[in-house]
């Protein structure tokens, strides 16, 4: 459970390339030697983004198979639902309250 958590850290993080590139235009426009760094910067981001992209879940399946496998859980949902029902309704649950 411990392995788990660090990644739900690194995938909540923030993907947003709009501040290193708002940093990288003020050091254009003060013509800074940061500029470099910046870039350097936005390209990190940028494979991060990336690597994030192609580790998630069902990226590697067409749109038809994703239709397919939704198609086939909520087939599953539906049963396991109609299940539910039918075992609340033989009332084998109901525990008689002690007074």
């Known amino acids: 459970m411990a392995v788990s958590q660090p990644r739900q850290e690194k995938e909540s ?3 947003s390339l709009l501040p ?11 013509d800074s030697q940061d500029v470099h760094q910046e870039l350097a910067r936005l390209k990190v981001k940028i ?14 399946s067409s749109p038809l ?3 397919q496998q939704l198609a ?3 087939d599953q949902v539906r049963t396991k639902n ?3 029902q039918k075992y ?5 649950f ?3 309250k002690a007074s």
């Open 94 to 96: 109901d525990v008689p």
């Open 47 to 60: 494979q991060e983004a990336r690597e994030q992209i192609s580790s998630m879940p069902g990226v590697d």
């Open 88 to 92: 609340k309704s033989l009332c084998m």
């Open 20 to 30: 290193v590139v708002h940093d990288i235009i003020k050091c254009m426009d003060k």
């Open 82 to 84: 109609q299940l539910l």
């Open 65 to 67: 198979e994703q239709q």
């Open 13 to 15: 993080e923030d993907c």
């Open 72 to 74: 086939t859980l909520q």
